[in-house]
């Protein structure tokens, strides 16, 4: 589904990602770990085109996306959730659902109602303002108002951040059960353990660079162990 070749990113003159390739096929959760300021945000940045791309290829179902501007990378079923507090605090939990499904503009209360079956304290707190919101029900209505767009593959950057280790249970349970719908998902987290868990592949990036690869034997790879684990796995 995603292909990505020989991937050089970054920022005006700052490169941050070196010869990237990564690749998501359909109905898989791929998961990206690694240090801080290895490049894993800017991974789905790359994809999203949030940033700017100095050589190699991107593409999705078989086609060249490669610098696409958002607006149609959504229409091509691609969504993005960054990482932190990223709701309109002063809209209403419907309000901001509704501006999830702008851009495709179809289907809005069917759609709406797919994210209240999937999400019941949304539709309970459908009138309430977003601040007023617990951490994890903000991180319910980022992921509600990204499949408002209908994706075929979802971007999450940091889904468990700031997320007590209950609700982070919980979180990564709604992931599996997005990947059981037949969607494909490309996942940046630093729960090492949480990420390998539940993806079908995992990359490792340090310093730029795809440092890893490979499936759930990964977390025995005397690397992950000692330095993302601590030597407890």
Do not use: W
């Not at 999203?48 to 958002?70: H, M």
């Not at 700031?162 to 987290?189: C, D």
């Amino acid at each position: 589904m995603l292909k990505i070749e020989k991937l050089d990113s970054g920022y005006g003159k700052l490169k941050v990602l070196q010869g990237i390739d990564i690749e998501v096929k359909a109905g898989e959760i791929v998961a990206l770990i690694g240090p801080n300021g290895a490049g894993k945000s800017t991974v789905l940045k790359s994809v999203f085109n949030l940033c700017d791309i100095y050589s190699g290829k991107i593409n999705f179902e078989g086609e060249k996306i490669t610098k696409l501007p958002t607006h149609e990378l959504i229409k091509k079923g691609i969504s993005y959730v960054p990482q932190g507090k990223i709701n309109f605090s002063n809209l209403t939990v419907k309000e901001n659902l509704e501006l999830g499904g702008r851009l495709t503009n179809h289907k809005l209360s069917e759609n709406m109602k797919k994210v209240f079956d999937k999400f019941p304290e949304l539709k309970r707190k459908q009138k309430k303002h977003a601040f007023s919101l617990s951490g994890g029900q903000q991180q319910m209505l980022a992921l509600g108002r990204a499949l408002m767009q209908e994706p075929k593959l979802l971007l999450l950057d940091e889904p468990s951040l700031g997320l007590s280790p209950k609700l982070v249970t919980e979180v990564f349970k709604m992931i599996k059960n997005l990947r059981k719908e037949g969607l494909a998902i490309l996942i940046v987290e630093q729960n090492a353990k949480k990420a390998v868990e539940i993806a079908d592949k995992t990359y490792l990036l340090e310093d730029g660079k795809v440092a890893l690869k490979g499936g759930k034997e990964i977390l025995k790879h005397k690397k992950i162990k000692n330095v993302y684990l601590g030597g407890r796995y």
